[in-house]
């Protein structure tokens, strides 16, 4: 197909040469001798004035019907501008309508829509300005994650959807079966489809280790499902998730490999998404850009969780989830630090054991294990991760401590047996993240179709 992208035609000198452009129409405006159209087609936040004259094209009766919605094939010449608000447009030679949007039964019409609207309508909400910029932002994000890895040669495992084991332990899992239960029989998992329970991945970190002691640095890139029933502006049922592992690495390097990839992925975006970012601080975030160029510019702190607990007792706040050693830190004591304390992101490791999960490496206190949280201001957690428990014998006490079925996790017991090293890891969620960089307060806008408790339309 010959056409030109309009972020192109946008950034091209006026050559007057001729160009094709394709796209939705925002609005059509002019009277009995020339129309203008502002002609968008998802490339860039900006449209393009489209000059139809009523002697340049023969269907100019057809053009003056076109409204907001409709997706038109225009021909013409990119020339100077000679009205304000833009450098070039387009002086149209041929207009075709390849689809006609129904007059004012189009739901975009040219007003303030809210977003709790919007989402109503999925399926049409990624033509609004402010659902273009967030998925521009969330194609950039993406791509720099990949970028960030294939350029330090990790490599991409793509690990299963399907599984048999629960890595969180937490039990919050979608379950999979072709047995019709609405018969009201009881469930017989050996004659299912796969001869035993198998629920959607919670995570492919288990697999990703696996990997990790074969190729040495890999990471994982997919939906994760996760059966919480917490219908708030920070959960999904399904989001996506980017889950590295490095053999032969300790905490130390986990947190440092962590620190570098948030930094960069924010970088990439800033250089890549200016104008996008720009738009949805005006609108949703007035400190955005400055609070992402904080993130960049700093170095994170470091502390354990000991000390954390410690500053968050002696800090006169009146918090509402207990700020005592061995409970879990909340996004009010996450957000205490980053924001008032330390005023910049912060890293805590070495949790109390009992809080975390089965496969994080003991360490030798007997108390707490070599695990770390990244927090971010505004938001709080934004990655956890860990060193693995590498030690075949530490990592069967602690299997059996919690009551979880060593036979369900033979494969990976394996791993210790034959050759072990020393690995860790971590997880970031796509979602978050996004949310975080456009600023966006509700984690349904930053997910084309948000699959929550009640919800799974489109």
Same mark, same amino acid.
């Given at each position: 197909m010959n056409r030109t992208r309009i972020a192109e035609l946008l950034r091209a000198d006026p050559s007057d040469a001729p160009i094709r452009l394709m796209g939705w129409v925002r609005t059509r405006r002019g009277s009995k001798r020339v129309n203008f159209l502002a002609v968008n087609d998802g490339s860039c936040l900006e449209s393009i004035q489209v000059v139809v004259g009523g002697d340049d094209v023969p269907n100019f009766d057809e053009v003056q019907r076109i409204t907001t919605g409709c997706a038109v094939d225009v021909e013409g010449r990119l020339v100077a501008s000679q009205g304000k608000g833009q450098s070039v447009e387009v002086q149209a030679t041929a207009v075709?309508?390849?689809g006609w949007a129904e007059g004012e039964a189009y739901p975009l019409q040219k007003k303030g829509h809210t977003l709790e609207f919007l989402r109503q309508i999925a399926h049409l909400r990624p033509r609004?300005?402010? !659902?273009?910029?967030?998925?521009?932002?969330?194609?950039?994000?993406? %791509?720099?994650?990949?970028?960030?890895?294939?350029?330090?040669?990790?490599?991409?495992?793509?690990?299963?959807?399907?599984?048999?084991?629960?890595?969180e332990g937490a039990g919050e899992m979608f379950h999979v079966t072709t047995h019709d239960l609405a018969g009201g029989a009881p469930y017989d998992p050996a004659s299912d489809f796969f001869g035993k329970p198998v629920h959607l991945t919670v995570s492919g970190q288990l697999e990703g280790e696996l990997f990790a002691t074969a190729l040495g640095d890999i990471y994982t890139f997919g939906p994760t499902f996760r059966a919480e029933n917490s219908n708030t502006p920070r959960h999904l049922a399904e989001f996506w998730m980017v889950e590295p592992e490095m053999a032969f690495c300790d905490l130390a390097g986990d947190m440092d490999l962590a620190e570098d990839f948030v930094k960069a992925i924010i970088r990439d975006v800033l250089s890549?998404?200016?104008? %996008? @970012?720009?738009? @949805?601080?005006?609108?949703?975030?007035?400190?955005?850009?400055?609070?992402?160029?904080?993130?960049?510019a700093s170095s994170f702190e470091r502390i354990t969780y000991t000390e954390a607990i410690r500053l968050?007792?002696?800090?006169?706040?009146? !918090? +509402?989830?207990?700020?005592?050693?061995?409970? %879990?830190?909340?996004?009010?004591?996450e957000r205490w630090l980053t +924001?008032?304390?330390?005023?910049?992101?912060?890293?805590?490791?070495?949790?109390?054991? %009992?809080?975390?999960? !089965?496969y994080m490496r003991q360490n030798e206190d007997g108390k707490t294990v070599a695990a770390m949280d990244v927090l971010f201001p505004r938001i709080g957690e934004i990655i956890g991760g860990s060193q693995r428990e590498e030690r075949l014998d530490r990592l069967q006490a602690r299997i059996r401590e919690l009551g979880i079925d060593e036979k369900t996790l033979w494969w990976y017991l394996e791993t210790r047996r034959f050759g072990t090293v020393p690995h860790a890891g971590f997880g970031l969620g796509l979602e978050r993240c996004v949310q975080f960089v456009t600023g966006m307060a509700n984690i349904r806008d930053v997910i084309p179709f948000p699959r929550t408790p009640g919800s799974a339309d489109f």
């Amino acid at each position: 197909m010959n056409r030109t992208r309009i972020a192109e035609l946008l950034r091209a000198d006026p050559s007057d040469a001729p160009i094709r452009l394709m796209g939705w129409v925002r609005t059509r405006r002019g009277s009995k001798r020339v129309n203008f159209l502002a002609v968008n087609d998802g490339s860039c936040l900006e449209s393009i004035q489209v000059v139809v004259g009523g002697d340049d094209v023969p269907n100019f009766d057809e053009v003056q019907r076109i409204t907001t919605g409709c997706a038109v094939d225009v021909e013409g010449r990119l020339v100077a501008s000679q009205g304000k608000g833009q450098s070039v447009e387009v002086q149209a030679t041929a207009v075709r309508v390849l689809g006609w949007a129904e007059g004012e039964a189009y739901p975009l019409q040219k007003k303030g829509h809210t977003l709790e609207f919007l989402r109503q309508i999925a399926h049409l909400r990624p033509r609004t300005n402010t !659902f273009g910029a967030v998925f521009r932002v969330r194609n950039a994000l993406a %791509d720099a994650i990949h970028r960030f890895f294939q350029s330090r040669g990790f490599v991409w495992v793509h690990t299963p959807i399907l599984t048999g084991s629960d890595c969180e332990g937490a039990g919050e899992m979608f379950h999979v079966t072709t047995h019709d239960l609405a018969g009201g029989a009881p469930y017989d998992p050996a004659s299912d489809f796969f001869g035993k329970p198998v629920h959607l991945t919670v995570s492919g970190q288990l697999e990703g280790e696996l990997f990790a002691t074969a190729l040495g640095d890999i990471y994982t890139f997919g939906p994760t499902f996760r059966a919480e029933n917490s219908n708030t502006p920070r959960h999904l049922a399904e989001f996506w998730m980017v889950e590295p592992e490095m053999a032969f690495c300790d905490l130390a390097g986990d947190m440092d490999l962590a620190e570098d990839f948030v930094k960069a992925i924010i970088r990439d975006v800033l250089s890549g998404c200016g104008a %996008d @970012l720009e738009f @949805l601080q005006e609108r949703y975030d007035k400190e955005l850009l400055a609070t992402l160029q904080h993130i960049v510019a700093s170095s994170f702190e470091r502390i354990t969780y000991t000390e954390a607990i410690r500053l968050l007792a002696e800090s006169g706040e009146s !918090f +509402e989830y207990p700020t005592e050693w061995g409970h %879990d830190l909340q996004t009010e004591h996450e957000r205490w630090l980053t +924001e008032q304390y330390f005023q910049r992101p912060v890293i805590v490791c070495d949790y109390p054991r %009992d809080i975390k999960a !089965f496969y994080m490496r003991q360490n030798e206190d007997g108390k707490t294990v070599a695990a770390m949280d990244v927090l971010f201001p505004r938001i709080g957690e934004i990655i956890g991760g860990s060193q693995r428990e590498e030690r075949l014998d530490r990592l069967q006490a602690r299997i059996r401590e919690l009551g979880i079925d060593e036979k369900t996790l033979w494969w990976y017991l394996e791993t210790r047996r034959f050759g072990t090293v020393p690995h860790a890891g971590f997880g970031l969620g796509l979602e978050r993240c996004v949310q975080f960089v456009t600023g966006m307060a509700n984690i349904r806008d930053v997910i084309p179709f948000p699959r929550t408790p009640g919800s799974a339309d489109f």
